[in-house]
Antibody
Framework: EVLLLESGGGLVQPGGSLRLSCAAS????????MNWVRQAPGKGLEWVSG????????HYADSVKGRFTISRDNSQNILYLDMSSLRAEDTAIYFC????????????????WGQGTLVIVSS | EIVLAQSPGTLSLSPGERVTLSCRAS???????LAWYQQKPGQAPRLLIY???SRATGIPDRFSGSGSGTDFTLTISRLEPEDFAVYYC???????????FGQGTKLEIK
């Protein structure tokens, strides 16, 4: 069974930084692209960032480019999202989501999701 | 940039009814790259349909997807109480490289 468990969310001041983690199990982590998708309170889904299994192809939404960094540790089966220069509009639940196709690039459907971790950016 | 418009915003229906949700793209997209997700309050999204009409693992056959070009639909043949949720369509793909979600359709009990 695929399990994705996010952690690291919390309350942070505008301009601050935070690191989110997503611990994965139940599949060959290094062979799947992984993504972060966020959902502001009461709003829809917004893709944030994704990277392939080897981490040599990385993509960001324009809204976070230059402020967020996605990475992964395939030896520990963990996906990360380093967030800096946080703004009020970054307040959201952040989900990690697994690519649905084995050993493929980014831009596939997302077949497994974690329960999310809440980030609140407020003074 | 591809924009997905879902309609209606909210639907009020009763268990047992049949429902069709719409997802319209601002430009033609390949049906290979269209997915549907279900999200219940306080839960993560769940993949229902990918490649416009392929059911994900474990999804009941009362859920079906269809469409091509700019118009896609998700049909639930007979609503069960657990189907009342928000449904999102998503375009994924390499031309252009991006993920786009529709704004969602809320299915509520009448």
């Amino acid at each position: 069974e695929v399990l994705l468990l996010e952690s690291g969310g919390g309350l942070v001041q505008p301009g601050g930084s935070l690191r989110l983690s997503c611990a994965a199990s139940g599949f060959t982590f290094s062979k799947y692209a992984m993504n972060w998708v966020r959902q502001a309170p009461g709003k829809g889904l917004e893709w944030v960032s994704g990277l392939v299994g080897s981490a040599d192809d990385i993509h960001y939404a324009d809204s976070v480019k230059g402020r967020f960094t996605i990475s992964r540790d395939n030896s520990q089966n963990i996906l990360y999202l380093d967030m800096s220069s946080l703004r009020a509009e970054d307040t959201a639940i952040y989900f990690c989501a697994k690519d649905g196709i084995f050993n493929n690039g980014v831009w596939d459907y997302l077949d497994s999701w974690g329960q999310g971790t809440l980030v609140i950016v407020s003074s | 940039e591809i924009v997905l418009a879902q309609s209606p915003g909210t639907l009020s229906l009763s268990p047992g009814e049949r429902v069709t949700l719409s997802c319209r793209a601002s430009q033609s997209v390949s049906s290979t790259y269209l997915a549907w997700y279900q999200q219940k309050p306080g839960q993560a999204p769940r993949l229902l349909i990918y490649a416009a009409s392929s059911r994900a693992t474990g999804i009941p056959d009362r859920f079906s997807g269809s469409g091509s070009g700019t118009d896609f639909t998700l049909t639930i043949s007979r609503l069960e109480p657990e189907d009342f949720a928000v449904y999102y369509c998503q375009h994924y793909g390499r031309s252009p490289e991006m993920y786009t979600f529709g704004q969602g359709t809320k299915l509520e009990i009448k």
